[in-house]
């Protein structure tokens, strides 16, 4: 049996964030968690490029954009939708949701879902670095993991050698 997982190294990885304006209290400290994060796995700041857009809605479109570049090893999408009086919040994060998994499935770029959807500003604000941990870190650690097990699948003489080890990718 074979059991493969993608580790944490970031070293000669490229990544494109894009952030939402929308609940910029939130989003920004969403930010501050991804940057944190990429940067003590090996990710250079150069390496790392941020695209604010107006909106989660608004994510998957320049999310597509920037995979398509094929200058990025990830995508990390950040945002926050805050439950209103109306059906808009629904709209709002089905769409994102769904846009930012076709962006990832269309194009083979793992595209992270790092978007809160809370009831209240309170509820997102402890997701942001309350107790509730850094949501923004979270996202960054899934790019990490998904970009080296991808790594992995497509190095195909790792696969096809017999062992019953967990293997993570070297950089
Ligand atoms: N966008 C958000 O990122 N969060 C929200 O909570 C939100 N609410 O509640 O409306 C929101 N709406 C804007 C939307 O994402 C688009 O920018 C807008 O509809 C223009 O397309």
């Known amino acids: ?49 941020v695209a604010w857009v107006p909106g989660a809605f608004e994510l998957p479109l320049i999310a597509k954009k920037m995979a398509l570049t094929r200058h990025f090893d990830a995508i990390i999408c950040l945002g926050a939708v805050i439950q209103g009086e109306t059906t808009h919040y629904d709209f709002v994060c089905n769409q994102t949701a769904s846009g930012i998994s076709q962006v990832a499935l269309q194009t083979d770029i793992p595209t992270i879902f ?44 790792i696969l096809s050698k017999p062992t019953n080890k967990v293997f993570e990718t070297r950089t």
């Open 1 to 49: 049996m074979k059991h493969i997982q993608g580790n944490f190294i970031g070293n000669s990885m490229s990544v494109a964030i894009v952030v939402s304006k929308f609940n910029n209290l939130v989003t920004q400290q969403l930010l501050n968690g991804a940057q944190d994060c990429l940067t003590q796995h090996g990710v250079a700041s150069a390496n790392i490029t």
């Open 114 to 157: 790092g978007v809160l959807t809370t009831n209240t500003l309170e509820q997102a604000l402890t997701r942001v670095g309350g107790k509730g941990g850094n949501k923004g870190w979270e996202a960054a650690l899934a790019a990490l993991q998904m970009r080296n097990l991808i790594k992995q699948i497509d190095d195909k003489h």
